[in-house]
């Protein structure tokens, strides 16, 4: 195990440079937590950055902290598959000498690997002295129902790049004189989607593996189901299905799949992040009985989930993923009409287009600022018009 943790950890003999792009987003909140006493859990959809994310927190941190008071160890290697997580640290610490009492910081990385995990980050954060910072992917979420860490814990969940990301890992350099490339960058970002790799390198095959991983293996191997069929069936159908509000019992009277069924994948799907359910305003029975419109966790998964791909349900995709980050969203209906999204205070209509006419739905709406997302078109008279970039 010895060489095994000083290759991950190669700090602690040199000079160390952190993989990718920082996005400073994270770096900056994951940085304001490390003297909180909670157990920072990093969680989000597979391939988002999480790892590169601690990484790059390792180097801040090696800044101020000594490099032997820094741990980072990926908890699904098969060498480390018959030690639990507590041994592993103990072995950690007899490698750097480090006394019990001494303070260390720990990254945890795919904890979800780890039988009775949870349990096992109490019982390091009761012993004190640690600071943890552990990842897993979404799945990681329904474990953290247990009661172990309750009151101990903070999430910080990873998305995909966003659009100002995006443009960092596809133009590095770009300057205040190049503003006018960020339409047709929107629409790249919205076709490409955020994953970072696939942003990189555009390899569709990456991205379907990505799918297949998330499906097959978080999914079906992790909650024993058997039939992989109705896992893609429900997914494409969702990709299909993007921006219009539909039930659990129109999807299984489509795909001929149980109600329950549907339900139980559905929610999967969410916990690992693959896609995400808006429920329509109102009270609580509403929300619940009322159709659910489904989104799609990155872009990108068009391209390998079908081949007829409408730009205007990719582009409320967009939007709604970074409408999620401003609070809880909802989607309007009442009367016969709808409205894309509300947050808040603020009703948001996605017209990815110039040439607005019919604006009926929104401008009906009243007690909300109303927002038209639109291609190019920016102006305000009683409604403001934002173009999508």
Do not use: C
């Not at 780890?114 to 012993?127: C, G, R, S, T, V």
């Not at 799945?139 to 009151?151: C, H, N, Q």
């Amino acid at each position: 195990m010895e060489e095994l943790l000083h290759r991950y950890n190669p700090w602690w003999t040199g000079e160390y440079k952190s993989p990718g792009i920082i996005r400073e987003r994270y770096i900056n909140k994951l940085y304001k937590l490390k003297d909180a006493r909670d157990v920072v859990l990093i969680t989000g959809l597979r391939r988002a950055g999480k790892t590169t994310i601690m990484h790059q927190l390792i180097e801040v941190l090696l800044r101020e902290i000594e490099a032997n008071r820094i741990f980072y160890v990926s908890l699904d290697n098969m060498a480390l598959r018959d030690y639990s997580i507590l041994d592993i640290v103990e072995e950690y610490r007899k490698l750097q000498v480090l006394k019990h009492r001494d303070f260390v910081y720990l990254f945890l990385d795919e904890v979800h690997f780890k039988e009775d995990f949870d349990l096992q980050l109490k019982n390091l954060y009761d012993m004190g002295n640690v600071k943890i910072y552990a990842s897993g992917s979404g799945s990681l979420e329904i474990t953290m129902k247990s009661p172990y860490l309750t009151g101990r814990q903070r999430i910080v969940r990873i998305n995909p790049l966003d659009f100002i990301e995006f443009i960092k890992f596809r133009i590095t350099d770009l300057k205040p004189e190049d503003y006018h490339l960020y339409p047709k960058l929107a629409e790249e970002y919205v076709k490409i989607g955020g994953m970072p790799e696939y942003v990189k390198t555009g390899d569709l095959n990456y991205l379907q593996s990505l799918v297949d991983t998330i499906v097959y293996r978080d999914i079906a191997g992790r909650y024993s189901i058997r039939n992989f069929d109705n896992l893609m069936d429900i997914l494409t159908l969702v990709a299909k299905s993007v921006g219009t509000p539909i039930s659990y019992r129109k999807i299984s009277r489509i795909l001929g799949i149980s109600k329950d069924e549907v339900r139980k994948i559905i929610s999967l799907f969410t916990y690992t992040g693959l896609i995400h359910i808006v429920e329509r305003m109102g009270k609580t029975s509403e929300r619940i009985l009322a159709p659910k419109k489904l989104y799609l966790g990155d872009t990108g998964f068009f391209a390998v989930l079908t081949d007829n791909i409408n730009l205007g349900s990719q582009v409320e995709n967009t939007v709604y993923l970074k409408l999620k980050e401003k609070g809880i969203v909802r989607y309007y209906y009442t009367s016969g009409y709808e409205v894309d999204f509300i947050v808040g205070d603020k009703a948001y209509e996605s017209k990815y287009r110039d040439d607005i006419e019919n604006l009926d739905n929104i401008r009906k709406l009243r007690g909300y600022e109303r927002i038209v997302i639109t291609k190019n078109l920016e102006k305000e008279d009683e409604m403001k018009y934002i173009p999508l970039w």
